[in-house]
């Protein structure tokens, strides 16, 4: 089961921000951005570009990321 969320600094658009995920979700994060060919930043600047003003950039993290391994075992996508 996953412990509390863990804070950590992104660099989105040249300005400092801090995101709480739980360890899982910043583990296959990195992995996402390391398959992508990008670095944690450029990834995170993507989602947080995509995202609605009413959705917090933790939750729209995890949503990629959910959204990405569900493609990756052809489940259906989008949640």
């Known amino acids: 089961m996953s412990r509390r969320p863990v804070k950590h600094s992104l660099s989105l658009r040249g300005h400092r921000t801090s995101v709480s995920l739980e360890a899982e979700f910043w583990d296959e994060f990195r992995k996402i ?3 992508e060919g990008k670095a944690l930043n450029a990834l995170a600047a993507e ?18 990321v959910l959204n990405t391994v569900l493609a990756r075992t052809g489940a259906p996508e989008n949640v």
């Open 33 to 35: 951005a390391k398959a």
């Open 47 to 64: 989602i947080d570009e995509a995202r609605g003003v009413e959705v917090g950039m933790a939750s729209a993290i995890r949503v990629h």
